[in-house]
């Protein structure tokens, strides 16, 4: 199976603050990635989908980009309503997903 | 807008099968999407389950493979999931969602999601 390694695996962060995470793929997935955002006690949603498009309805702070192993999830100006877990998932092989990444206030 | 909301027991008994529902509104479940199940505890993070096309065609993940079932009621426009001799491991949130491509043929991503229902395996 592909393993998804995303890094870091929490950070805290202030808002309007640029913050970026990266997700690393065991071996090229080309661009079979997507993000999704989870908030306590909710359903995972989608973020990006095909590493660098944007999900319809999803503010544009939000921006994907990589392909092949190395992926990033960038927000440009972080929003109160943005602290949450953020997840990595590819498609290339089946399905999995990176372990989290949760940001939190500072 | 598709809408998807899980439903089943809540508690299962070791050794016993889960079964739940995810009952698909706002479209049609002969579309051109795959359907999946998802769970996630706090120590394996978001595990796929599988999926299943209308038309029956199923892909599970390997290590839970022989354990698991899924089939598609179109007349009550829902998918369900058995999954059979659980233990405690099997404790989890469980999703139902949608898995979506460019095509019907490269599904790639989840979307959307059921709210999830906890199910608890205990005796």
């Known amino acids: 199976d592909i393993q998804m390694t995303q890094s870091p695996s929490s950070l805290s962060a202030s808002v309007g603050d640029r913050v970026t995470i990266t997700c690393r793929a065991s071996?090229?997935?080309?661009?079979?990635l997507n993000w999704y955002q989870q908030k306590p006690g909710k359903a995972p949603n989608l973020l990006i989908y095909a590493a660098s498009n944007l999900q319809s309805g999803v503010p544009s702070r939000f921006s994907g980009s990589g392909s092949g192993t190395d992926f990033t999830l960038t927000i440009s100006s972080l929003q109160p309503e943005d602290f949450a877990t953020y997840y990595c998932q590819q498609s290339y092989s089946i399905r999995t997903f990176g372990g989290g990444t949760k940001v939190e206030i500072k | 807008q598709v809408q998807l909301q899980e439903s089943g027991p809540g508690l299962v008994k070791p050794s016993g099968t889960l079964s739940l529902t995810c009952a698909v509104s706002?479209?049609?479940?002969?579309?051109?999407?795959?359907w999946s199940w998802i769970r996630q505890t706090p120590g394996k993070g978001l595990e796929w389950i599988g999926e299943?096309?209308?038309?029956?065609?199923?892909n599970y993940n390997s290590s839970l493979k022989s354990r698991v079932t899924m089939s598609v009621d179109m007349s009550k426009n829902q998918f369900s999931l058995k999954l059979s001799s659980v233990t405690a491991a099997d404790t989890a949130v469980y999703y139902c969602a949608s898995l979506r491509g460019l095509t019907a043929m490269d599904p790639n991503w989840f979307d959307p999601w059921g709210q999830g229902t906890l199910v608890t395996v205990s005796s």
């Open positions: 071996q090229s997935i080309s661009s079979y």
């Open positions: 299943i096309y209308h038309g029956g065609n199923t």
């Open positions: 706002g479209g049609s479940i002969s579309s051109s999407n795959w």
